[in-house]
Structures are given as structure tokens and as C-alpha cells.
């Protein structure tokens, strides 16, 4: 780097240093094209144009005489590299990080996080952290975590409503603060000499896929565990047991459930239990038509897609056949085809469903068995607190 810049940056000067190339580099005509499509456009690039984002986007450019994105990424690695030498001092680099964050890599970085956090249904804008939340919201106001049937902790059946709701909320604030997060992660991993692209992919891509595959693992298996539990407790004949998709029909057929679902009254009954900070999910659900569908079905929606992380995201089995619920379609998809209806709000509307479902269940179990259905993991857990006291 030049010799003046670290004795600028030493003092901790970073608008000095931008004035410097600036200066060195952006001839005095340089012309600057303003968006003046609106008002906010014109005031925020006016605002850019003051403090230099422009001139200096160029006098990168100049500098190096490459693509500005690797001008920039070569110019900070510079600065990190004075900063190891102890040129600079720390403040001084995460002070210019972080103008560059601000100045050129957050609006890609929002853009980004709205198109993978913010799905558009028709003409309904859904973020994933609304649509798990509302389902959080319909298991939290659940009767079977109310006194309507006033189950003991260790019954299985309060303890799935009970995890349930404490992984939706646990997803929610998983998407709620990587995005808000990200700028100091940013800056952390910037400093580790990880490149822009990189940290997208890490932060971003990765931590999104990764919240929802737990999302639906994390769920699945306990409406799984829930399931074999009471073919159990129950002695409900079943042939292979290994094939989870015969679990909930043969529950359903024990206790006399009809497997059938008109999704217009279905969800019409689910949405009611929502609070009125749901309305814009609600809205997913308007002029719903007269679809019918099963719980088998939905079950095996679910399956095929928490299957699919074994496969590289391909469906197995038999494929799909096309459905709509509200806004919300599932394509037809044939065997080894890629799931595309894999998103968060997806997910969620299947799992009301198979919920509504494990509700059913639990009240046609009081009726005939009103004891405890001890949850075998929680009974050894409270044994083990206890010979630890």
C-alpha cells in the first residue's frame, strides 16, 4: 500500500485516507449520474455523493485496475495486513470495514436476506419468521398445555405439545437474529480473511439451510416419537414398523379419526386460534377453495421432505400429485425430481395440519385412557435429577 496510508490510518483517520485516494485518483470532472426516480433515491445517493462513495468506488477501480469487487477485497486485505504489522490499529480497520459494509455490501446483503427470508405467495409477502411464529402461537394457545386437560409433565402427550412449542420459538429467534447479527459477524469474519462471497455463503446460504433442516428434523421426529409411543401404550397392530408412514393411519383407524380434511373449514378452524398480529399468514388463506386432502397425505408430505435431506434434496418414493392449499401450491413432482416447495412457510403449513392432527389424537386418547402415557425419556431424566440431588 501507498506510504501515506498507514501513517494516516495510524491516527485513526479513515475519512482522510478516503479523501487521499479520492483525491489521487478521481480527476476533477468525474460526473456522477444521480437516481432521481424518487425522492428517498435522490436524498440517499445525494447523501452518498457527499461523503464520497462514488469517487471513491472509483478510485479503487483506478488503484488496481481490476472489477471493483476485487479492488475492494484487495484493498481491505491490505489493511488487515498493516493492521497484523501494527500499522494501524484494530478501531481504525473495523471503523473502515465497517464504511465499506454501509457503503457498498449491505444493500446486496438486504437483498439477500429478502430473497431467501421473504417469500412472495400471489400477492402476499410471508417472512419465515411470521410463518413459524404463527405456528408457535397456534401451539402455545394448545388445550393440551391448558388446564382443559391439566396433563401430568411427565405424559407424552403434554410433552410434545411442550417441545413443539419450545422449538418453534427457538426457530423464530434463529431467524430473527442472524439477520440482525450480521453486521458484526461480518466484520468478525472479514478479519479471518474470509472473503466477501464466502461469508454469504457461510452466514447466509448455509445458516438459512441449516435453520431449516433442524426446523423440520427437530419436529418431525417428535410427532414421530409421539406416534410410536402411543402404538405402543395403545398395542396397535402395525406390520412394519420400520415404515413410519404406517403409524398414523393405523392410530387413525384405532381410534376411529376420519383421515379426511376439507381445508377450507380445516383451516378456517386453525386460523381462528391465531392472534391478530397473524393476519398477514391469515391472509395466505383467503378465498380458499373447496380442496380436500388426507392426514396420510400431509403426513407424507412431511416424511418425503424430511427424507429428502438424505438425498440430496430429491423426493423418493411415488412422487407428489399437485396441491393447493391457499396461496401455498405444491407442484406435481415425480420420483428424483428436486423439492422446490422445501421453504419455511411450506413446511409450516403441512405441519399445522399433522398437529391439528396430533390433537385428534390426544383427545380420543383421554377418552379412553385417561391415566398418564408416561414419556419414558422424561421419567429416566426426572430419575436421574433426582439421585443427583
Known sequence: MEKQIPEILKNGEVSKLIDLLISQYVPENYHINIDLSSFNNAMREYEYFIDGKYHFKFALHAMYQKAFEESLEEFMDGLKYEESQGNISTECLDEFLLK??????QND?????YKLLIKDFIDVDIKSEESVFSLHNYIFKSPVLSEYYNFDKLDIRRQLFHRLETITISIFHRFRNFEKHFKENFLYMKKLNYSINEIIESLIILEEINIRRNFIIEIYFNIEHFFSVIIEEFNIEIKDTRKKQLLLGNILIYFGI????????????ILERLN??????KSLFDNMKNTKTT?????NRLINRRN????????????????GIGKVKYKKMDK???FETMGITELTVLMFLIIE??????EKSVSVHPEIIVDRYMFELEEFKNETK
Open 308 to 323: 429428502s435431506l438424505h438425498s440430496n434434496g430429491f423426493i423418493g418414493g411415488k412422487g407428489e400429485t399437485y396441491l
Open 276 to 281: 391478530e398480529n397473524n393476519e398477514n399468514f
Open 336 to 338: 428424483y425430481d428436486s
Open 109 to 113: 446483503i438486504e437483498k439477500i436476506f
Open 357 to 362: 392432527c396430533c390433537e385428534k389424537i390426544i
Open 295 to 299: 392426514y396420510l397425505e400431509i403426513n
Open 100 to 105: 465499506m459494509y454501509d457503503w457498498y455490501i
Open 258 to 269: 376420519d383421515e379426511k380434511i376439507d381445508l377450507e373449514s380445516k383451516f378456517s378452524e
